[in-house]
C-alpha cells in the first residue's frame, strides 16, 4: 500500500482550490449538467413537432461536468429511434413495431449481440429479405447489420464523415451515436447488482434507480470476429450517468485531473499506433477505487491520496493485462485497445508517477494546473476565478441559445418546404402541438422552458407573416395581431422587437418605428452577446466579457433572454413586413448558385438574414430619412459605418455580406460608391451573394 507523505495534506488543499479555479466547481458542474439537460429537451421537443419519435441523450465530460476548458473535451450525443423495439426475450415483442431479437451463440464476443429481425404482425422470425441493410445466415436468420447506419451517414456526410468506434460523425468535436434501447437489461449486466451488495459505493437508492435504466445497442461489432458487421455492443450509458451524477465534487476533481494527466503523461508512453488508452479506462479506474474505498477517504484535504488510489487501481489493471468493465461481467476493456507491451510501459510509467509522490502535478500544462500548484498564494480560498468560471458559464448560455436557433430553423424549414399546406397553416399547426405538449401532465420544467421559447419564436414569425399578408393585398390588420406581437417581444433583446420596428416601417408608420427601434437600442448593450444559429462562426467568435459575468450570476432562462441578441430572420412569406432592399437576400442565387450551397447554407439561404445590430442601424437609418430627421439619420450611418469598415467590428459578423449590402444601399443614396462596398461583399462570399444583384443593377445604371 502507498506511504501517504504528509504534504499530501497541503497539496491536496491547493489542487482543490486550484481546480476551483479552472471551472470543476460545484457551481460551474452545475451550470454545465443544467445546460445539456435544456438541449437534450430541445432536440425531444423538435422531434415531436416533426412526428419523429426519437430520444436524445447527452452523455460523457460536457453533460457531467467533468471537464475543463483546457481539456477540449467533445461533445457526445446518443440517439434512438423508439419505433424499432429490441426485444430480449419472446415476451418483448410487440405487434406493429419493428422487432428485432437479441441473439448470441458460442462465437459471440462478450458484450456483443446479434439482431435478429422478427415480423411486425406475428412473434415470427424475417425469413427472407433482400435488402442491403440485412444479412442472411446459413440457417436463414436475418440479422441487421451494423453498416447500415455507417453506410448511411457516411451518404449523407461525403467527405466529411468520420467513424470512430460506433460514432459517426460530420465534424471532429462531436460524436454523434445512433442506438437502439433495450428496456431489459441482459444477464451480464444484472450479475452487477448482486457484486454491488457489498461495496461502499454505489449507494443503494443508486442501484435501485439502475434497474429501470436498460441499456443501449451500439453499432460497432468486436473488432477481428467473424460477424463483426453485424454485432452489436451493449452499453450501460444512463446507469453510468446516474453514477457519474452521484460523485461528489472531490471525486469529480479526482477524474478530471487522472483525464489531465492522462491526456498530457499516458500518451508518451503509448508506442504502438493502433493502440489507446481512454478516459473511459480512468473513469473506470474510479468506479472501482470509489466501491473498495471508505467514503471518509473521499474529502478535500486527502484529494492527492485518492488520486494515487485510482492510480494503483489503474496499475493493477495493467500489470494484471486486463481491465474489466465495472458494470458489465465478462469484459476486457483493453482488449483491442491496448496492447500487452503498451501495457507493460504504461505500467512503470505509472509506477514511477506514485514512487515520485506526484511531482507530476507540477508539469501538468492544460489550464496551466501545474503553474498554478507552484505560485498559488498561501490563502487559497481568497484565490480569483471569476474570469474563468464566467468564460464558462458565458459559453454555454451562448451554445445553449444557439442549439435553440438551429432547432426553430429546422422547424421553420420544414415548414416553408411542406407543399401540402401553406405556411400559415403550418405555423397554426406546430402552435398547437407546442401548446397541447405544454398541457401535458409528464411535462418537466425543462420542456416548460423549451416549449414557451419556441412558441414566442414562432408567434412573432406567425404575427409577420399575418402582418406581410395585409400589406401586400392592402388589408386591414386582425384585431389580434398586436397581441400576437406582444407575446413574441421577448423571444430575446432584439430580433422580434427589430421585426416589428420593420413592419411599422414598410406601412409608413415611421413615428412607431422610430420608438420601437430606440427601445431596442437602449437595450442592446455591450453585455448583449450576439447568437446565429446558420452554423457561421465569425473570424473574431471571442464572448463579450460584460455577457460572461453577467451570466455567472444570472441563470435562469428569463435573465439570460434578455442578454441575447438574435440574428434577425424573414421568410419569403414575411418580405412585405423587410425593407424592400432586403428582398434580394432571399432571392440570392444567381445561376447554379443554388447548386453551391452546403447543407447548412440549404437551411436558411432562402431567408433574408441580418445579424441584429447592423440591422437595427439600418433600419434607423431608413426610418430618420422617412421622418426627415437628417441628423439622426447621419448618426445611424456613421455607426453602421464604423461596423462596415473596422476590422475588429466586422470580424464579429455573423453574416457579413448582407451586412456590407445594407451598407452599400445606404451609401447608394448618400450618392457615395456603392459599388466598391457591394464588391467588398463578394470578396466574402462570391456565390449565393445578393451583392451579385446589386452590382449588375448599378452597372447597368452607370453604363459598365
Same mark, same amino acid.
Given at each position: 500500500?502507498?506511504?501517504?507523505?504528509? =504534504?499530501?495534506?497541503?497539496?491536496?488543499? &491547493?489542487?482543490?482550490?486550484?481546480?476551483?479555479?479552472?471551472?470543476?466547481?460545484?457551481?460551474?458542474?452545475?451550470?454545465?449538467?443544467?445546460?445539456?439537460?435544456?438541449?437534450?429537451?430541445?432536440?425531444?421537443?423538435?422531434?415531436?413537432?416533426?412526428?419523429?419519435?426519437?430520444?436524445?441523450?447527452?452523455?460523457?465530460?460536457?453533460?457531467?461536468?467533468?471537464?475543463?476548458?483546457?481539456?477540449?473535451?467533445?461533445?457526445?450525443?446518443?440517439?434512438?429511434?423508439?419505433?424499432?423495439?429490441?426485444?430480449?426475450?419472446?415476451?418483448?415483442?410487440?405487434? $406493429?413495431?419493428?422487432?428485432?431479437?437479441?441473439?448470441?451463440?458460442?462465437?459471440?464476443?462478450?458484450?456483443?449481440?446479434?439482431?435478429?429481425?422478427?415480423?411486425?404482425? /406475428?412473434?415470427?422470425?424475417?425469413?427472407?429479405?433482400?435488402?442491403?441493410?440485412?444479412?442472411?445466415?446459413?440457417? %436463414?436468420?436475418?440479422?441487421?447489420?451494423?453498416?447500415?447506419?455507417?453506410?448511411?451517414?457516411?451518404?449523407?456526410?461525403?467527405?466529411?464523415?468520420?467513424?470512430?468506434?460506433?460514432?459517426?460523425?460530420?465534424?471532429?468535436?462531436?460524436?454523434?451515436?445512433?442506438?437502439?434501447?433495450?428496456?431489459?437489461?441482459?444477464?451480464?449486466?444484472?450479475?452487477?447488482?448482486?457484486?454491488?451488495?457489498?461495496?461502499?459505493?454505489?449507494?443503494?437508492?443508486?442501484?435501485?434507480?439502475?434497474?429501470?435504466?436498460?441499456?443501449? @445497442?451500439?453499432?460497432?461489432?468486436?473488432?477481428?470476429?467473424?460477424?463483426?458487421?453485424?454485432?452489436?455492443?451493449?452499453?450501460?450509458?444512463?446507469?453510468?450517468?446516474? @453514477?457519474?451524477?452521484?460523485?461528489?465534487?472531490?471525486?469529480?476533481?479526482?477524474?478530471?485531473?487522472?483525464?489531465?494527466?492522462?491526456?498530457?503523461?499516458?500518451?508518451?508512453?503509448?508506442?504502438?499506433?493502433?493502440?489507446?488508452?481512454?478516459?473511459?479506462?480512468?473513469?473506470?479506474?474510479?468506479?472501482?477505487?470509489?466501491?473498495? #474505498?471508505?467514503?471518509?477517504?473521499?474529502?478535500?484535504?486527502? &484529494?492527492?491520496?485518492?488520486?494515487?488510489?485510482? @492510480?494503483?487501481?489503474?496499475?493493477? =489493471?495493467?500489470?494484471?493485462?486486463?481491465?474489466?468493465?465495472?458494470?458489465?461481467?465478462?469484459?476486457?476493456?483493453?482488449?483491442?485497445?491496448?496492447?500487452?507491451?503498451?501495457?507493460?510501459?504504461?505500467?512503470?510509467?505509472?509506477?514511477?508517477?506514485?514512487?515520485?509522490?506526484?511531482?507530476?502535478?507540477?508539469?501538468?500544462?492544460?489550464?496551466?494546473? $501545474?503553474?498554478?500548484?507552484? #505560485? @498559488?498564494?498561501?490563502?487559497?480560498?481568497? =484565490?480569483?476565478?471569476?474570469?474563468?468560471?464566467?468564460?464558462?458559464?458565458?459559453?454555454? !448560455?451562448?451554445?445553449?441559445?444557439?442549439?435553440?436557433?438551429?432547432?426553430?430553423?429546422?422547424?421553420?424549414?420544414?415548414?416553408?418546404?411542406?407543399?401540402?399546406?401553406? /405556411?400559415?397553416?403550418?405555423?397554426?399547426?406546430?402552435?398547437?402541438?407546442?401548446?397541447?405538449?405544454?398541457?401535458?401532465?409528464?411535462?418537466?420544467?425543462?420542456? #416548460?422552458?423549451?416549449?414557451?421559447?419556441?412558441?414566442?419564436?414562432?408567434?412573432?414569425?406567425?404575427?409577420? /407573416?399575418?402582418?406581410?399578408?395585409?400589406?401586400?393585398? $392592402?388589408?386591414?390588420?386582425?384585431?389580434?395581431?398586436?397581441?400576437?406581437?406582444?407575446?413574441?417581444?421577448?423571444?430575446?433583446?432584439?430580433?422580434?422587437?427589430?421585426?416589428? !420596428?420593420?413592419?411599422?416601417?414598410?406601412?409608413?408608420?415611421?413615428?412607431?418605428?422610430?420608438?420601437?427601434?430606440?427601445?431596442?437600442?437602449?437595450?442592446?448593450?455591450?453585455?448583449?452577446?450576439?447568437?446565429?444559429?446558420?452554423?457561421?462562426?465569425?473570424?473574431?467568435?471571442?464572448?463579450?466579457?460584460?455577457?460572461?459575468?453577467?451570466?455567472?450570476?444570472?441563470? #435562469?432562462?428569463?435573465?439570460?433572454?434578455?442578454?441575447?441578441?438574435?440574428?434577425?430572420?424573414?421568410?419569403?412569406?414575411?418580405?412585405?413586413?423587410?425593407?424592400? =432592399?432586403?428582398?434580394?437576400?432571399?432571392?440570392?442565387?444567381? %445561376?447554379?448558385?443554388?447548386?453551391?450551397?452546403?447543407?447548412?447554407?440549404?437551411?436558411?439561404?432562402?431567408?433574408?438574414?441580418?445579424? *441584429?445590430?447592423?440591422?437595427?442601424?439600418?433600419?434607423?437609418?431608413?426610418?430618420?430619412?422617412?421622418?426627415?430627421?437628417?441628423?439622426?439619420?447621419?448618426? *445611424?450611418?456613421?455607426?453602421?459605418?464604423?461596423?462596415?469598415?473596422?476590422?475588429?467590428?466586422?470580424?464579429?459578423?455573423?453574416?457579413?455580406?448582407? /451586412?456590407?449590402?445594407?451598407? $452599400?444601399?445606404?451609401?447608394? &443614396?448618400?450618392?457615395?460608391?456603392? &459599388?466598391?462596398?457591394?464588391?467588398?461583399?463578394?470578396?466574402?462570399?462570391?456565390?449565393?451573394? !445578393?451583392?451579385?444583384?446589386?452590382?449588375?443593377?448599378?452597372?447597368?445604371?452607370?453604363?459598365?
Amino acid at each position: 500500500m502507498f506511504r501517504v507523505p504528509t =504534504f499530501f495534506l497541503h497539496l491536496s488543499e &491547493l489542487l482543490y482550490h486550484v481546480l476551483e479555479y479552472v471551472g470543476v466547481n460545484a457551481w460551474v458542474v452545475e451550470r454545465r449538467r443544467h445546460t445539456f439537460r435544456h438541449r437534450e429537451t430541445m432536440e425531444d421537443v423538435k422531434d415531436r413537432l416533426a412526428g419523429d419519435d426519437l430520444t436524445t441523450f447527452h452523455f460523457g465530460s460536457q453533460s457531467e461536468g467533468t471537464t475543463t476548458p483546457g481539456l477540449q473535451s467533445d461533445t457526445d450525443m446518443l440517439y434512438t429511434n423508439n419505433d424499432f423495439n429490441i426485444m430480449y426475450t419472446w415476451a418483448d415483442w410487440q405487434q $406493429g413495431k419493428k422487432n428485432y431479437l437479441m441473439v448470441r451463440d458460442e462465437d459471440t464476443p462478450p458484450q456483443h449481440y446479434m439482431l435478429q429481425w422478427i415480423r411486425s404482425d /406475428v412473434p415470427r422470425p424475417v425469413t427472407y429479405t433482400d435488402y442491403a441493410d440485412y444479412v442472411t445466415d446459413s440457417q %436463414g436468420r436475418v440479422f441487421y447489420s451494423n453498416m447500415a447506419i455507417v453506410n448511411g451517414c457516411a451518404a449523407a456526410w461525403g467527405d466529411a464523415h468520420l467513424r470512430r468506434g460506433p460514432s459517426n460523425s460530420p465534424n471532429k468535436d462531436y460524436d454523434f451515436v445512433s442506438a437502439f434501447h433495450c428496456k431489459t437489461l441482459p444477464p451480464e449486466i444484472m450479475i452487477w447488482f448482486t457484486k454491488m451488495q457489498h461495496g461502499f459505493w454505489p449507494s443503494r437508492e443508486t442501484l435501485q434507480a439502475a434497474q429501470t435504466c436498460g441499456c443501449f @445497442l451500439v453499432p460497432v461489432g468486436h473488432h477481428g470476429s467473424r460477424n463483426e458487421n453485424i454485432q452489436w455492443r451493449i452499453t450501460p450509458n444512463l446507469i453510468e450517468r446516474l @453514477l457519474m451524477l452521484s460523485l461528489n465534487m472531490v471525486q469529480i476533481k479526482c477524474l478530471v485531473v487522472l483525464k489531465i494527466i492522462k491526456k498530457q503523461e499516458f500518451v508518451k508512453y503509448i508506442q504502438c499506433q493502433n493502440c489507446k488508452i481512454s478516459t473511459f479506462h480512468f473513469k473506470t479506474a474510479l468506479f472501482f477505487t470509489l466501491n473498495r #474505498t471508505h467514503p471518509t477517504v473521499w474529502t478535500a484535504c486527502r &484529494l492527492v491520496e485518492c488520486i494515487v488510489r485510482c @492510480l494503483e487501481t489503474i496499475l493493477q =489493471f495493467l500489470d494484471e493485462g486486463g481491465c474489466p468493465h465495472f458494470i458489465v461481467d465478462g469484459v476486457d476493456l483493453f482488449d483491442g485497445k491496448l496492447c500487452r507491451r503498451c501495457q507493460l510501459s504504461l505500467a512503470r510509467a505509472v509506477r514511477e508517477m506514485i514512487q515520485d509522490d506526484m511531482h507530476v502535478l507540477f508539469h501538468l500544462q492544460s489550464d496551466n494546473l $501545474g503553474q498554478q500548484l507552484m #505560485t @498559488l498564494p498561501h490563502e487559497v480560498r481568497s =484565490f480569483p476565478r471569476d474570469d474563468v468560471n464566467a468564460g464558462i458559464c458565458g459559453k454555454l !448560455a451562448k451554445d445553449m441559445f444557439k442549439m435553440y436557433l438551429k432547432s426553430v430553423r429546422h422547424i421553420l424549414e420544414r415548414l416553408c418546404n411542406n407543399e401540402s399546406a401553406d /405556411v400559415y397553416t403550418g405555423l397554426n399547426n406546430e402552435i398547437n402541438i407546442l401548446e397541447s405538449l405544454a398541457a401535458n401532465a409528464s411535462t418537466t420544467q425543462y420542456h #416548460t422552458h423549451v416549449i414557451k421559447f419556441i412558441l414566442k419564436y414562432i408567434t412573432s414569425v406567425k404575427a409577420s /407573416v399575418i402582418s406581410s399578408s395585409c400589406i401586400q393585398t $392592402g388589408q386591414p390588420f386582425p384585431r389580434d395581431i398586436w397581441m400576437l406581437y406582444g407575446e413574441s417581444l421577448t423571444t430575446d433583446v432584439a430580433s422580434s422587437k427589430l421585426k416589428l !420596428a420593420s413592419m411599422h416601417y414598410c406601412r409608413g408608420e415611421f413615428m412607431r418605428a422610430a420608438s420601437v427601434l430606440n427601445e431596442v437600442e437602449f437595450e442592446l448593450d455591450d453585455s448583449v452577446q450576439p447568437v446565429c444559429g446558420c452554423s457561421i462562426i465569425p473570424f473574431d467568435d471571442k464572448l463579450s466579457k460584460a455577457f460572461c459575468e453577467y451570466t455567472i450570476h444570472n441563470n #435562469t432562462h428569463e435573465q439570460l433572454t434578455n442578454k441575447i441578441a438574435f440574428c434577425v430572420r424573414f421568410l419569403r412569406e414575411e418580405k412585405f413586413c423587410a425593407p424592400q =432592399f432586403l428582398w434580394c437576400e432571399m432571392y440570392r442565387a444567381v %445561376g447554379d448558385d443554388v447548386d453551391h450551397r452546403n447543407d447548412n447554407e440549404r437551411v436558411w439561404m432562402d431567408s433574408a438574414v441580418v445579424d *441584429a445590430r447592423p440591422f437595427l442601424l439600418y433600419l434607423q437609418y431608413l426610418t430618420y430619412r422617412g421622418l426627415g430627421m437628417r441628423h439622426k439619420q447621419l448618426e *445611424a450611418f456613421h455607426r453602421l459605418d464604423d461596423i462596415a469598415n473596422l476590422r475588429d467590428k466586422l470580424n464579429q459578423l455573423y453574416h457579413v455580406e448582407p /451586412v456590407l449590402n445594407l451598407y $452599400g444601399h445606404c451609401c447608394e &443614396l448618400e450618392g457615395q460608391d456603392a &459599388l466598391y462596398v457591394y464588391n467588398r461583399s463578394l470578396r466574402f462570399r462570391p456565390r449565393n451573394n !445578393a451583392a451579385n444583384w446589386h452590382r449588375r443593377r448599378l452597372e447597368g445604371m452607370l453604363g459598365i
